[in-house]
């Protein structure tokens, strides 16, 4: 115990740089935004910015791989895809976009 309190890790350190990391990526798209989630993502990218906080940054609608299907109303003007690079999940990407 004693190692654990001398070398503590500040994970709010990494959750910082992780959400200016997104938001960053986020403010380089202009205009409105939707965002295309991996299913598997939404949990842990919960945790580094909330919706709200999504919204002030011009996301207008969210949307997922799995259970989504591509939008017919294009009120925004980026869509952004946050997915993993596995290839099943690019095949997903592939169907996603094709409907």
Same mark, same amino acid.
């Given at each position: 115990?004693?190692?654990?309190? &001398?070398? %503590? /890790?500040?994970?709010?350190?990494? &959750?910082?740089? @992780?959400?200016?990391?997104?938001?960053?990526?986020?403010? @380089?798209?202009?205009?409105?935004? %939707?965002?295309?989630?991996?299913?598997?993502? /939404?949990?842990?990218?919960?945790?580094? @910015?909330?919706?709200?906080?999504?919204?002030?940054?011009?996301?207008?609608?969210?949307?997922?791989?799995? &259970?989504?299907?591509?939008?017919?109303?294009?009120?925004?003007?980026?869509?952004?895809?946050?997915?993993?690079?596995?290839? *099943?999940? /690019?095949? *997903?990407? %592939?169907?996603? /976009?094709?409907?």
């Amino acid at each position: 115990m004693v190692f654990f309190e &001398k070398n %503590a /890790i500040n994970f709010l350190s990494f &959750k910082d740089r @992780a959400r200016r990391e997104l938001l960053s990526c986020l403010d @380089a798209c202009p205009g409105t935004k %939707a965002l295309v989630w991996d299913d598997y993502l /939404i949990g842990p990218f919960s945790l580094v @910015a909330e919706y709200s906080v999504l919204q002030e940054h011009q996301v207008s609608r969210m949307f997922t791989l799995e &259970k989504s299907e591509f939008p017919t109303n294009l009120d925004f003007t980026s869509m952004v895809f946050l997915v993993r690079s596995e290839l *099943k999940v /690019i095949k *997903k990407l %592939a169907k996603f /976009i094709k409907k």
